[in-house]
């Protein structure tokens, strides 16, 4: 009954998220990057990844690695300045294999965007991106940065894991 959270990150924020989910269940936590790590040798996953630009930054590490994903429970958390909705599911739908998105449970989480700490290309976009938002709140957002950070909001994340963790042992009983 072992788990692990695989999360790749571009600004920062997913990683704190990673990194206090860590914290809270003891769980060892790899960077998508590192290429020694293999989910196939855990009984469940959490999988963490930033939306940029309507999509999930990780769907080619999830493709590649689906086999070792597939068949065990898992969670997935997304990091974005969008709220929970139709909007992100559908940046989801359009990113990731259906396979995995009727076994696994989402929670998105918000998370913080600062303009001066983008590239210059993610800066123009967003500033495109922004200008174009017909949502005036979320335009102003996309405009002048965010911060969504919020430590509470992994509680969910928790609460899944120690029910898988209970059902595991359950299941061994």
Known sequence: MNGAIFFTSKYGSTEQYANWISESTGLPMFNMKDRSAHPSKFDYLILGSP?????????KWIAKNLSGILGKPIVFFTVSGAPAGPKLDGWIADSLPKELISEMHHIALRGRQSPAELTWYDWLMLKI???MNKDAEA???ELRGFD???HASIEPIISRVRQIQSNMLQSTI
């Open 148 to 150: 969504f950070m919020d």
């Open 51 to 59: 939306i940029i630009y309507y999509k999930v930054l990780n769907h």
């Open 129 to 131: 991106g922004g200008l």
């Open 139 to 141: 335009s102003k957002e």
